[in-house]
């Protein structure tokens, strides 16, 4: 059964650093992989959707890459903001269905 | 564009209450989907629909039923509400034509408490 997992859970920054958060996946076989944000008590944004056959995307100051052999992606965050405080989720599409798998999220706190 | 619009925003239900969400995009996606989202456990899909006039169950289907009523309509309805149905539910609908470009894009989510 694929599992989609982020470490840490949560992560304290100072302004201006630069980041990176985690996505590990237990199947390789996957069919894509989006990051979302997520600020609190509101819904999901999309950032980026990486496809099987891709290895990275970039938008601003955000580029995310996948490793499918190793079951890895991450989430590269230049000069970070406060305004980059939220909670980020990635999601894998393990196959045709069009469904996703969440992983739990990793909580940023960019401190000014 | 609206993007993808649910409706209502907050909802008090009484244990044994049936109810309907509302969700609708604007977007003219095929896929559209309900997920519900629990501390501690995630964001879990209830019902899918992958184009206009099919739907299939996802990870916790149980005590849910779902309608296409068309291309931007997907309504969830709970029949007798229960306790464990607490949660904040989001829609969200899929512009990919194959299912390795699908991005999904959500609604701003119903709160709803069962009593």
Redesign the interface.
């Known amino acids: 059964k694929q599992e989609v997992t982020q470490i840490p859970a949560a992560l304290s920054v100072p302004e201006g650093e630069n980041l990176v958060l985690n996505c590990s996946f237990t199947d390789s076989a996957i069919y894509n992989l989006q990051w979302f944000r997520q600020d609190p008590g509101k819904g999901l944004t999309s950032l980026l959707l990486i496809q099987s056959s891709q290895r990275e995307q970039t938008s601003g100051r955000l580029n995310a890459s996948l490793d499918k052999s190793s079951g890895r992606s991450t989430l590269y965050i230049a000069a970070s903001q406060p305004g980059d405080s939220a909670t980020y989720l990635c999601a894998l599409g393990p196959d045709s269905s069009y469904k996703l798998i969440f992983g739990s999220g990793t909580r940023l706190l960019v401190r000014p | 564009n609206a993007g993808?619009t649910q409706t209502p925003k907050f909802q008090v239900l009484k244990t044994g209450q049936s109810m309907t969400l509302q969700c609708a995009q604007d977007m003219n996606h095929n896929?559209m989907?309900w997920y519900r989202q629990d501390p501690?456990m995630?964001?879990?899909?209830i019902y899918?629909s992958?184009s206009e006039g099919t739907t299939?169950k996802?990870e916790v289907p149980n005590g849910y039923n779902v309608s296409r009523l068309n291309k931007r309509e997907f309504s969830l309805r709970l029949e007798s509400a229960a306790p464990s149905q607490t949660s904040v539910y989001?829609c969200?609908s899929?512009r990919?034509t194959t299912?390795?470009?699908?991005?999904?894009?959500?609604?701003?989510?119903t709160r709803l408490t069962v009593l």
Do not use: C, I, T
């Open positions: 993808v896929s989907y501690g995630g964001l879990r899909l899918y992958a299939d996802g989001f969200a899929g990919g299912s390795s470009y699908n991005e999904q894009f959500f609604g701003p989510g």
